[in-house]
């Protein structure tokens, strides 16, 4: 039984909320992807991950204040709730302990071939 | 959104920087078509929790609705209680009809014995079967825990003293109490009818002659002044619920005694009923059970021959015709049919309140309009107009059980039942509220679904009349779907009606008006010639003799028939009666060759035969011609015109008439002088005191016992009619809320009509030529699925009357005026309208 439902994008954009801290909104999550990642990603991918994760319980958001070149609309911070934090602990905790049970030729030999 | 839209606008003014304003144009447009995702647009999940004041409100606006508009709540409101409490009635009716015998314990292993009846080409199936069946069943399989013969619910004559009375009862075998477990309040069920002189009575008979049904236990009754009856039990009256309804059983032996030809293994007449061991398969009894009679009956062979089978005995009420010798159908087609005409009344009244709340939903568009604009979801409006439908419903449902109370007596009387009022039932109310909820769920969706899908935009700027040609269109569908089944209706009510009217009007084949039944009792069996010829003497009697059966149940069949020239491997069936003389003369049947049975003659041994029987026997000119029917040899001296001594439902069968020597009982058959009615009926009563003062008077009349034959015929008419005025009513009332409401949307237009010179006239075939085209329609539609329902009907008959084309055009006119009726005081009511009134108002 799967605990969290987190998509592999879902974990980039959240883990990336976290590294912006209180400075996490539409543009500068998509910039802070694009940037650290090289790889681009889509106002409408970012738009529906952060809605599909909100509606999770993952994040929530809320209204701030607008800045240049917004005419007046404005921004939505968004900040990754507890809960959020497990699923990314589970995650990760996840992941560590299956690397951890790749035995070491294997682990070695796919290195070597690259 | 805006948020979005923000960070859309941030990009942009970051890309004109970076890129210049072409490419960030496009990218733009990019990123805002890579943006059209569902998740993007609008959250599916509600975003908020729509509060208990928002319900308030709906409920608040649906009942200034409700208010506002008093017409057509009325015409919803009085539509959906109609519908209701005929589906209620007619689901009460039903569930009744299948609580039928279902009270009995172990009711899956108590079986009733069928008998299909092979004699050459023909196979009749029945439950008649051989008088000692009973007795013998257990003793030849081990599956049958209990096995008891049941004879035919007469009136016998019982005294205790002084004190006689002819009570309805029957006899049946010993195990009779173990089969079945209607409630025995005095005495032991495991030894009720051990002994041939015992007789168990029903607590009313108890407490009629004794008092108590404590009292009558061990007490004696006089059985048809004969004979010393031991009462050994006393059951609780039977309920309704049971088919077989009685006052009494009396052990089978005193049956068999009477009946002397119920020991021969080749006769049949009595039921069976069985009760099987546990865990028995009765499917394989039933295979066994086919050849059963093959070695007790001497006449059996493949051509001719009765094969014995099982059904449970709690599918024999609904299930009893038999065609081929296979059981199909019976009581269940009618239950079927009822159950069918509650769905579409109520379906009827469905449609009025879809087609009224769509029809009215125009005016109700600007408070959408509002409501969309304020931030409702589709979904919110849909669910507040299904809680008017809802909360319309309940009202319906509310003043309907308040009116299933006050008709259910009338209603029990006119089905001939003791339907309780189901207030108490639980599974009432769940009834109800299944069909409260469907109602509310089918009256209210349609509407629901147009009036949410209303623009706000539209609505608030624009008229409200160019909205939705189609809803227009789904209105009239409506109109005309709830007309075509009404004329369904009808032309089934007048069919049924005029096969009834046949039935009771039809020629029987002999004068069934002004003839008087009398139960041959006491010393009038042994005298009766003495009896006929005093009795012939008093005013107004015209003619009299006797009969061993009532003329139209004749039920007695036997193959033991020789003629000259018969086929000797072929043993045709035919009922056989016993008669007295001047039979012909007092029946008033035709005589088609030959005499009737006279006195002067030696006609003890001679027989009148009818038309079908001659056929049978091949013959043209039967007179004189020798005919045995089982020991006795005779000679046919008459050929009656046939006549009908069963329902209409069956052909008329060979018959074989002879003379009954020194029957003891029977009916006398008395011609009266229909002028002198009340002296003649004093005469039979003062002869019948001479002749058997113990037993008190009792008479019949043919008349009345032949329309007892088609009581559930009978029913279905008064129901019919009632359903099929229901139906019309509620049409009516669907089609009155349209022209009201298609009035008021064109008051304009009539008005300006009406200005530039259009007469009063004009503007009522205007408004009424529109409807009377959906009539038009309707009964085009309803025509050929009516005549084919109706067809199906008239299958279940012999008998039967042709469908006329008058049945047609008469249902079609008649809806027609009644829908122009209804049209036509609105229409004129708009029509006379000051135009000034309408037009002033903008």
Redesign the interface.
Known sequence: MKKYQVGEFEEIVMLTICILQSQAYGVSIQKEIEMRLQREASMGALHSALIRLEEKGFLKSKGGESSEGREGRPRRYYEVTALGRKALDYIRKNREQLWSAIPNVAVKAKFTSF | M?????????????RVGALGKRKADLKFIL?VV????P??IR?F?PGYNPSFAMYRNHLTTAWRNLQRNKGFSTINVAGLTLGLVCAMLIGLWVNDEEQMNQFHLDVDRLFVVTSVEYSGDEVNGGYDTPGLLGEELPNVFPEVEYAANYGWTQHHTFAVGEKKLRIPGNFAGKDFFKIFSHPVIVGNRLNLLNTPESIVISRKMAISFFGSPEEALDKTLKFEVYKDLKITGVFEDITSHSSEQFEYIINWQLMVERNSWMKDWGNSGPTTFLKLREGADWTYVDEKMRAFLKSYSEDYSELDRLELGLQPYGDMYLHSNFKNGKISGGRIEYVNLFRLVAIFVLVLACVNFMNLSTARSMKRAKEIGVRKSVGALRTTLIVQFMMEALMFTLIAVVLALLLLNIVLPSFNLLTEKSIQSPMREPTFWLYVAIVTSLTALVSGLYPAVVISSFRPAVVLKKATSSLRSSSVVVRKSLVVFQFALSMIFVVGMIVISQQVEYLYTKNVGYMKDNLVYLPITGTVGSRFDTYKQLLKQQPGILEVTKMSHRPMGIGNSTGSVEWEGKDPHTRPTFTQVEVGMDFIKTTKAEILLGRDFIESKSDSSNFIINETAMKVMGYTDPIGMPLKLWDIEGKVVGVVKDFHFNSLHVAIAPLIIRVGKGTMWGWTLVRVDPGQLPEALKAMENMQTTFSPETPFTHQFADEEYGALYKSEQLVRQLSRYFAGLAIFISCLGLLGSVIFSAEQRTKELSIRKVLGASAVQIVSLLSNDFLKLVVLASLISFPIGYFAVEQWLGLFKYRIDISIWVFLYTGVASMVIALATVFFHALRAAIANPVDALRAE
């Open positions: 805006s948020n979005i839209e923000g960070d859309l606008l941030e990009w942009y003014s970051v990123d890579r943006l059209f995702r998740s993007v959250s999940r």
